[in-house]
């Protein structure tokens, strides 16, 4: 029948009229992120200010884009600082592996996922920059990796 496209056009047009709206208008509106989401990584503080890391570079080693850097060097009085802690963003894939191997819970997957940018030297970060390293005698996590030995750290 001719016209009969026209109105099967009409009833799909009334029929959304009246279905719930799910769209969002981003970025007024936005969505509650999922807990589990992953997205850039940033460096745990204890309540004190002080890093958690204790620049075992365990991370580094499991990175699998190889985007961690971390520039250590050992204090007179003993243990360990931080140069440099520098995460290349721009080539991070957000899987998380860095965090699952860290046994200090030193790193986490922020929920940081407005990550444009035109200026590409803002996908360059420093977690950490001239601090002190926490004491590697931290009791690790019970589920974690054993630390590795200072000629292993160093080989990092
Ligand atoms: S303590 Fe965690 S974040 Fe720091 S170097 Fe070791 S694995 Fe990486
Ligand atoms: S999330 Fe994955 S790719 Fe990104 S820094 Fe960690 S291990 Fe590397």
């Known amino acids: 029948m001719w016209g009969l496209g026209v109105l ?3 009833g799909i047009t009334i029929k959304n009229m009246f279905r719930p709206v799910i769209t969002v208008q981003y ?3 936005r969505l509650p992120i999922p807990e589990r989401a992953r997205w850039a990584v940033h460096a745990v503080f204890n309540e004190d ?3 958690k890391c204790t620049a075992c570079l365990i991370c580094v080693k499991e990175c699998p884009d190889h985007v961690l850097r971390v520039e250590s060097s050992t204090r007179p009085e003993g243990g360990k600082h931080i140069d ?3 995460y290349e963003l721009g080539a991070c894939m957000m899987c998380g592996l ?3 191997a860290c046994p200090y819970d030193a790193i986490e997957m922020s929920h940081e ?3 444009a ?3 590409h030297s803002d996908l360059t970060r420093m977690l950490l920059f001239d601090v002190d390293a926490a004491s590697p005698r931290r ?3 019970e589920d974690a990796a054993p630390a590795p030995t200072g000629t292993e750290a160093a080989d990092a």
Do not use: A, H, I, N
Request: with cysteine.
């Open 139 to 141: 009791t690790p996590r």
């Open 49 to 51: 200010g002080t890093p």
């Open 8 to 10: 099967k056009g009409f």
């Open 117 to 119: 940018t035109r200026d």
């Open 113 to 115: 996922y407005e990550l």
């Open 27 to 29: 970025p007024e509106q």
């Open 98 to 100: 860095c965090v699952t």
């Open 84 to 86: 440099t802690y520098v």
